[in-house]
């Protein structure tokens, strides 16, 4: 067995163990990149000899006998909406191509104290604007288990590095599904933090209130370690919260007896995949005979968030995105006469389709004649999407549905049909609009052997029950098998 192939969980007793280096281990994984990634495509940049410069710092570290953080030399890839010092940060945009941050995300940081190894940055939508990775600039990403479909996205780059083996773990961005969807079309574990648990410093902001990155991995206790280092009060966002955060990894037990699961019947209905409906329902009841309480409950409001995340989520993202001008730093036109010319052109030939879709949607729903009828209206139902989520966490103790209507699409499928593509996104955005943590998880292949994700939703900073469950699932179904079989 490759040293790629194993999770950071049993890599880092490893690594303890010195039953094999960092080094080897990060050689590895660049290998496994060189192999496979003209057929996926995840990565946007690879940083070969910063990773092995941090690989050799770390074993001598480990030589000397210094007490290391338990992820210390394990391989990382990053999406590209994360700044990164000295690495250029791309949002997959032409607007940012030649962009190299000149300060790191407070994330990277948290990563780079943890000691471990920054392999590069992962492919993704346009400005995380997207569910299938292509409206990347730079590639196509392709799904590890079968390359004529899509990762899914926007975080698609990092979801189809695990899947492939090209990265043990990886960071993704969730705005309205982002981590959660590619997760389950590449049948990797994938979680969104509750809004506040993860500082957003140095994130390239989509949209401010939805934004949050999160961790992905071949295993629930790989997420929950990833999630400690990344989680935390950070005095450079405002809306970080300060309050403890556990260690998740340390506290991991199975929850099952007793578990309060509410089961709504809204995430259930026509649109959602008769397979995808039988394995969660099968997985729900594998919950069940374990001694979970299995509760039917109504979120009678969700049929309105696809249309309440589009209007916020663009609203934010017009004003977010006012700041790529040509002026300050980026993408500027070579050809243009006087300053609004130089703006026009600049944004006009910077900046794809769909994110041009998002910024005139979102400036319309803001503009004097229509903030009334769609900005505010959106906003009430997003207090009463929340409010309903609150109502149902007072008698259930995390809420199980799909994660994704189907399993992943083919490329090019839906790309000129942006209503079909948004759908997508109909069981993660609420997670989002309600500021909840959620956490996606293979549930089985389906008859086209394509991988499908159960989601679960916890309460508000509950990420350790919500662990938990998730990893009780995980031991029911004997853990996950998460690389690609198809490579
Ligand atoms: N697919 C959704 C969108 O296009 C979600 C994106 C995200 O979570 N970043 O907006």
């Given at each position: 067995m490759r040293l790629y192939e194993?999770?950071?969980?049993?890599?880092?007793?490893?690594?303890?163990?010195?039953?094999?280096?960092?080094?080897?281990?990060?050689?590895?994984?660049?290998?496994?990149?060189?192999?496979?990634?003209?057929?996926?495509?995840?990565?946007?940049?690879?940083?070969?000899?910063?990773?092995?410069?941090?690989?050799?710092?770390?074993?001598?570290?480990?030589?000397?006998?210094?007490?290391?953080?338990?992820?210390?030399?394990?391989?990382?890839g990053i999406k590209d909406n994360i700044s990164t010092k000295g690495i250029r940060t791309t949002c997959s945009s032409k607007m940012l191509e030649n962009y190299v941050p000149p300060f790191n995300a407070t994330v990277i940081n948290k990563i780079n104290n943890a000691g471990m190894t920054i392999l590069g940055k992962m492919n993704m939508d346009e400005f995380a604007?997207?569910?299938?990775?292509?409206?990347?600039?730079?590639?196509?990403?392709?799904?590890?288990?079968?390359?004529?479909?899509?990762?899914?996205?926007?975080?698609g780059g990092s979801a189809a590095a695990v899947s492939a083996g090209e990265a043990i773990v990886t960071l993704g961005s969730d705005t309205g599904g982002s981590i959660r969807q590619p997760a389950a079309l590449c049948g990797v574990v994938?979680?969104?933090?509750?809004?506040?648990?993860?500082?957003?410093?140095?994130?390239?902001?989509?949209?401010?209130?939805?934004?949050?990155?999160?961790?992905?991995?071949?295993?629930?206790r790989d997420v929950a370690m990833l999630q400690s280092v990344i989680c935390g009060h950070d005095k450079y966002d405002a809306t970080s919260k300060a309050i403890e955060y556990p260690d998740y990894a340390s506290n991991l037990k199975e929850n099952a007896k007793g578990l309060k699961i509410g089961i709504p019947k809204e995430y259930f209905g026509s649109g959602i995949d008769d397979e995808v409906k039988d394995s969660v329902m099968k997985a729900i009841k594998e919950f069940e005979l374990n001694g979970a309480e299995i509760k039917e409950i109504?979120?009678?409001?969700?049929?309105?968030?696809?249309?309440?995340?589009?209007?916020?989520?663009?609203?934010?993202?017009?004003?977010?995105?006012?700041?790529?001008?040509?002026?300050?730093?980026?993408?500027?036109?070579?050809?243009?006469?006087?300053l609004t010319d130089m703006y026009e052109k600049t944004r006009s030939e910077g900046f794809g389709d769909e994110v041009k879709r998002r910024i005139m949607l979102g400036t319309f729903v803001l503009s004097s004649g229509y903030f009334d009828a769609y900005y505010k209206k959106?906003?009430?139902?997003?207090?009463?999407?929340?409010?309903?989520?609150?109502?149902?966490?007072?008698?259930?103790?995390?809420?199980?549905?799909?994660?994704?209507?189907?399993?992943?699409?083919?490329?090019g499928e839906n790309i000129n049909d942006p209503v079909k593509m948004y759908y997508n996104d109909v069981c993660t955005v609420t997670a989002n609009?309600?500021?909840?943590?959620?956490?996606?998880?293979?549930?089985?292949?389906?008859?086209?052997?394509?991988?499908m994700g159960l989601q679960l939703i916890g309460n508000k900073f509950a990420e350790q029950t919500l662990l938990n469950s998730a990893y009780t699932y995980e031991k029911i179904c004997g853990g996950f098998d998460a690389l690609s079989k198809a490579l």
């Open positions: 194993k999770t950071a969980s049993e890599l880092s007793e490893m690594l303890n163990n010195k039953e094999c280096s960092a080094e080897e281990l990060c050689k590895d994984v660049l290998d496994r990149i060189n192999e496979t990634e003209n057929k996926v495509g995840a990565y946007v940049s690879v940083s070969h000899e910063s990773a092995l410069e941090n690989a050799q710092k770390i074993d001598t570290a480990r030589q000397r006998g210094e007490k290391l953080h338990p992820l210390a030399g394990i391989p990382i604007m997207g569910s299938s990775t292509e409206t990347s600039y730079m590639h196509l990403t392709r799904n590890p288990h079968n390359t004529d479909c899509v990762p899914g996205g926007s975080s994938g979680l969104k933090p509750t809004y506040g648990s993860v500082s957003r410093y140095g994130l390239i902001a989509f949209a401010s209130s939805l934004d949050q990155i999160g961790p992905m991995g071949k295993s629930v109504t979120l009678p409001s969700t049929e309105y968030a696809i249309n309440t995340y589009y209007i916020i989520a663009s609203a934010e993202a017009s004003s977010n995105l006012a700041r790529f001008d040509g002026v300050k730093y980026g993408y500027r036109a070579e050809n243009y006469s006087g959106a906003i009430r139902i997003q207090n009463r999407i929340s409010s309903e989520f609150s109502s149902a966490f007072e008698e259930c103790d995390i809420i199980a549905t799909p994660t994704v209507p189907a399993s992943a699409f083919k490329i609009i309600a500021g909840l943590p959620a956490i996606s998880l293979p549930c089985g292949m389906d008859s086209k052997n394509m991988p």
